[in-house]
């Protein structure tokens, strides 16, 4: 069936530093590629999405690119901030109508 | 600006008890979800609608029901509350849209505690 696999976390990094967050998926066709975020106490909120191969997302100083060759939708930062200490998810649309299929999460924490 | 609330942030219950998890969005989506969300499991779909009165089961629905009178709300019913329901709750919605544009917006969250 589909999935969507992500690095374990957590990820700790310091302020400044260059952030990589695989993400990698199974599915059939060729679905939607999203990157939520989920700050402490909150629910998710869409980082960022792409709806076909070679689309890159972006917001916020992040970016990811819909790579269809390698099954891939990599989330990356050039400089993260403490404020970017969250929890970031990698999700699929593996129908129409919606439903999203998670990965498992990975936990950034950005000290300063 | 875009708003999905949950009744409750946090919930205390006892293993047997019947539980209301509320859900309401102020956006007139069409689509509505319920989510658990368990750590180094992500988040795993309960149940779904499409619209009023109608439902389809996701992953994990053994154990909850659901139910939607209304397009605005969404309650999430756990029947005969167990230890293993114990999690954070995430209800969502979306626009009944085409294939790619079904960006969710979530709720805050209900952490239960079944005891």
């Known amino acids: 069936g589909d999935s969507v696999t992500q690095m374990e976390g957590p990820v700790t990094l310091s302020e400044e530093a260059f952030l990589t967050i695989n993400c990698t998926y199974t599915a059939t066709g060729y679905p939607s590629l999203f990157w939520y975020v989920q700050y402490p106490g909150e629910g998710l909120q869409l980082l960022l999405k792409a709806t076909k191969a070679d689309d890159k997302g972006s917001n916020k100083g992040f970016e990811a690119t819909y790579r269809k060759e390698t099954t891939s939708f990599h989330l990356e930062k050039g400089s993260v901030q403490v404020s970017d200490s969250a929890v970031y998810f990698c999700?699929?649309?593996?129908?129409?109508?919606?439903?999203?299929?998670f990965g498992q999460g990975t936990e950034l924490s950005v000290k300063p | 600006d875009v708003k999905v609330t949950q009744s409750s942030r946090y919930l205390v219950k006892r293993t047997g008890e019947k539980v209301f998890l509320e859900c309401v969005q102020d956006m007139d989506h069409e689509n509505m979800f319920w989510y658990r969300q368990d750590p180094g499991l992500g988040l795993r779909l309960i149940y779904f609608?499409?619209?009023?009165?109608?439902?389809e089961k996701g992953d994990i629905p053994e154990g909850y029901s659901v139910s939607r009178e209304k397009k605005e709300r969404f309650s999430l019913i756990l029947e005969s509350a167990s230890t293993n329901q114990t999690s954070m709750y995430l209800c969502?919605?979306?626009?009944?849209?085409?294939?790619?544009?079904?960006?969710?917006?979530f709720g805050p969250g209900t952490r239960l505690l079944v005891l």
């Open positions: 999700a699929l649309v593996y129908n129409q109508g919606g439903k999203l299929i």
């Open positions: 609608s499409y619209d009023v009165k109608m439902k």
């Open positions: 969502a919605s979306s626009l009944l849209s085409a294939v790619g544009e079904e960006t969710q917006y």
